[in-house]
């Protein structure tokens, strides 16, 4: 059974008059690592919202069709009931974080889930482990690094456990270093626990090897859907001037109208470097 | 002509945020600041319209002391938008929002109105000028602050992180403004770590490591330094490590001419 599923999703925020989602079909099944990216106001963060409930219930607004999230219904479940089901990391770490500690932080919505003392300590230093943070679990979250924070924000919904984890642009106020480390956290914690990652983000390059499937969203509706090579090949054909196609993605693509033959569309410098350098060092 | 002298700075927690930066920014000139959060980026932008004051050496803009200066009449001269535009804006709507400084510099009211329309179809916002800015998304935001400095056009225009949350016809957008402003004389100063977007511009970088300028120099040089990169949590542009994957040289930045290059290595690499 697919674990989300909308079926002709159509949405308008309140006093607006162009819908921010139109007829969206989507089945995301257990497992998946999906990335969503698409020009901005393209209706990824929208989706997202959909997912756990923040549309409609906070924003209200017009939801038009179905939308199901691991068996309930979003429009009749609360939204208390689906942060559950799916767990959101934002793009600025700043907005979660505001404890005077980050152990307190990630304690902090175990406590209202009215958990027992030693279940939220297992699952506190579960997650801080998880990220890579136990050593900084008594400083205060506004002494980290960019980085940092976005580790702490992970480690306060991962310890939620929710099924789904949704990140909607993770990376976008962290320098590339920091990002791939976060990339890579995520990676690591879909391959280790039994999770369905959703990634929104502009900043493909490194991300796309992680994942599973990759969907380029413009105008509200999706436009492309599927494994990110095939994905990636047909937007540098036909979205190059709208989204960030990694450049090597688009230098396969050059070379190969040229004539050279590279195999299928590159996700990494190694992916094109290796069979170019057979060809350029014989 | 901006000049940073010897500049060091303390926050009053005790970290040295700036140590012994000097830089001479030109007029009519492109300056991208890179590094990792914490070098003192921010710290040092900051100084540039005087909001924070040097605690030794000296920022000496157009030859004003910013000591001596009020951060008003530095503002005039160098515009600042912030990194999270939540903080810079406040207005009802979006129009009101660009409108605000321009009626504190006393621009007539036919100016204002003016600079207002130039700058929302600059940055093609002109669809949400009764909007809130508030009601915006994270993108939108971003060029609302933009707008609303560009508009008084300073003659230096400082930008922190400008292609955060941007996508990339965006991004392409705003490098079209900054070429665009530039032809009309203007500086532009960024902090970013969009390694790929510094590389398309093709700005001079400035390598900012624990408060001090690690390297200066032209795109080409600074961003396919591998070991200086690293040590300010960057990473080379894709193409870069591509080249560098290849052990060709010089380093790349375009897809079109990294086509062209390797097109012709292809040649005499066939028997």
Known sequence: MAIIEAQSLTYKYPNSQKPALQNINLKVEKGEFVVISGPSGCGKTTLCRCFNGLIPHFYGGELQGEIRVNGLNVKEVSTAKLATQVGLVFQNPENQ?????????????????GLP???????????????????LKDKPPFELSGGQQQKAAIACV????????????PTSFLDPLSAREIFNIIAELHAKLDLTVIVVEHRLEFLTAHASRLIFMDEGKIVLDGKPREV?????????????????????????????????TSLTVDELAEPLRR???? | MILMEDVWFRYEDGTEALRGVTLQIED???????????????????????????????????????REATVAQLSRKVGLVFQNPDHQLFAETVEEEIAFPLKNFGFPPEEIEKRVDWALNLLDLADYRHDSPLSLSGGEKKRVAIASVVAWKPKYLVLDEPTLGQDYGRKLELKRLFEKLRREGHSIIMVTHDVEFAAECKFKVALLVDGQILALGPAEEILSATELLKKASLTAPQLVELFQRLEVKPPVFEVEEAERFILKLAGKAQP
Request: charged fraction near 20%; charge should be positive; hydrophobic fraction near 45%.
């Open chain 1, 97 to 113: 974080l505001f404890s005077l500690t980050v152990e307190r932080d990630v304690a902090f919505g175990l406590e209202n889930l």
């Open chain 1, 232 to 264: 990636l090949k047909e937007a540098s054909e036909s979205f190059s001037g709208k989204i960030g196609i990694p450049k090597v993605a688009l230098l396969h693509r050059r070379l190969t109208l040229q004539g050279i033959s590279l195999g299928s």
């Open chain 2, 28 to 66: 009519n000139s492109a300056l991208a600041v890179m590094g990792k959060s914490g070098s003192g980026k921010t710290t040092l932008i900051k100084h540039l319209n005087g909001l924070l004051k040097p605690v030794k050496g000296r920022v000496l803009v157009d030859g004003m002391d910013t």
């Open chain 1, 117 to 135: 003392p030693q279940e939220i300590r297992r699952r506190v230093d579960w997650a801080l482990n998880l990220v890579g943070l136990s050593g």
């Open chain 1, 279 to 282: 060809m350029l060092h014989p």
């Open chain 1, 158 to 169: 991962l310890a939620m456990q929710p099924p789904i984890m949704v990140f909607d642009e």
